[in-house]
């Protein structure tokens, strides 16, 4: 079994503020970040899509202690967004200070962009994150 969308391929997509996806052959499910099979039934059969970026916050949570490597980078916001297309996706925010983030967030309507992301010692290498805004 191959990956119909490498991680590669996703990244370089997300550096360009572009949202790729899959979707289920069998069931219609949308699956973000990419994987070998659907999030709902396992089905293999899978194609590449793009999707909006667009939704609503479902959840948030303030970071306050940095991973190693990006002590600088505190406070700051990660959201979850559920997708106008279905599926939910977790990335930075920006928009709000993060000292005055509450649950006024919840259900707000973002758009997404990206960070790229420096290597650290945990990982291999630069890597691009989704990053949202609110909707304009």
């Known amino acids: 079994m191959e990956y119909k969308l490498t991680f590669k391929e996703y990244n370089e997509a997300l550096k360009q503020n572009k949202l790729l996806g899959l979707k289920?052959?069998?069931?219609?499910?949308?699956?973000?970040?990419?994987?070998?099979?659907?999030?709902?039934?396992?089905?293999?059969?899978?194609?590449?899509?793009?999707?909006?970026?667009?939704?609503?916050i479902k959840t948030f949570t303030t970071v306050n202690v940095a991973p190693e490597g990006r002590e600088g980078e505190v406070p700051?916001?990660?959201?979850?967004?559920?997708?106008?297309?279905?599926?939910?996706?977790?990335?930075?925010?920006?928009?709000t200070d993060p000292g005055n983030a509450n649950m006024e967030?919840?259900?707000?309507?973002?758009?997404?962009?990206?960070?790229?992301?420096?290597?650290?010692k945990y990982s291999a290498g630069e890597a691009a994150s989704?990053?949202?805004s609110f909707e304009i």
Request: aromatic share 6%.
């Open 24 to 56: 289920c052959q069998d069931c219609g499910a949308i699956t973000v970040p990419p994987k070998m099979v659907c999030r709902k039934c396992t089905s293999p059969d899978m194609e590449i899509v793009e999707l909006t970026g667009k939704g609503k």
């Open 76 to 95: 700051y916001i990660i959201v979850l967004v559920e997708l106008d297309e279905g599926p939910w996706l977790m990335g930075n925010f920006i928009g």
């Open 105 to 120: 967030l919840i259900s707000k309507r973002v758009k997404m962009g990206h960070k790229v992301f420096t290597g650290d």
């Open 130 to 132: 989704p990053l949202f």
